[in-house]
């Protein structure tokens, strides 16, 4: 197993293929899909009440389709399809880009507040129950993106895409990154390889105590983001009431 330290690389073009091993590990290949099974069916039977609630949400707020499906790239280069609760207008992929932009004009009312409390995220519990993703794992990417791969990058598919990992943590307020113009352009320019060589990390170093860290930092990171949207809600509410 690769530690952490080990992995000191500065750019994707940097990696040396011979240290990304993590993979190979039994508990990738064994004991995380057993892990993954157990802990979706039981956060699905604990979140189900939520689940509900979101989805009648979704449609007073903006009707049906509850959930939004788009292939990315998988397991092995398996595209597949990805399952979320819908937080944009129907279509959305249609009328703009595939990266979300800073107050991006697609997104639902109810969309913004499940995006800010990555409740939209809850739906992936369905992929993970059908071997698809993993809890955590790189985050799934476009197959435009994946299909484009090379080199190191190519390690990413060796593991199962996940809700959570190094990139996800790092690019937690990507809209506020990209900005508001151009936001594909800016995401393929200057966030994309920095993604992925926090993705060939996790590939590297993939291990029980890594899954552990991403989860416990996940945890954190979520529930700082949607204190910080509520605080600044009431906020902006107390100054309209002033």
Known sequence: ?????????????????????????IYNRFFKRII???MSLFFLILLSPIILLVAVAIVIDSGFPVFYRAQRGGY???????????????????IGGGTTALNDSRITKVGNFLRKTKLDE??????IIKGDMSFIGPRPELLRYTDAYEGAE?????????????????????DE????????????KYVLK?????????????????????????????????????????????????
């Open 36 to 38: 993954d099974i157990v």
């Open 154 to 174: 190519k390690y990413i598919l060796k593991v199962r895409p996940g809700i959570t990992d190094y990139s996800s943590i790092e690019f937690i307020n990507l």
């Open 76 to 94: 092995n280069n398996k595209p597949f399809r990805i399952f979320k609760f819908r937080t944009m207008v129907k279509n959305a992929d249609k």
């Open 122 to 127: 809850v739906a992936n519990l369905f992929s």
């Open 194 to 242: 920095k993604k992925n060589l926090l993705r060939i990390k996790y590939a590297a170093t993939v291990s029980l105590t890594t899954d552990l860290k991403l989860f416990w930092f996940t945890v954190w990171n979520v529930i700082k983001k949607a204190l910080k949207f509520i605080f600044v809600r009431k906020e902006k509410d107390g100054v309209h009431n002033a």
């Open 177 to 188: 990154i990209v900005g508001a113009e151009n936001a594909d352009e800016y995401y393929e």
């Open 1 to 25: 197993m690769r530690r952490e330290q080990d992995f000191n690389f500065k750019t994707v073009d940097e990696v040396d293929v011979n240290v990304i091993t993590g993979y190979k590990g």
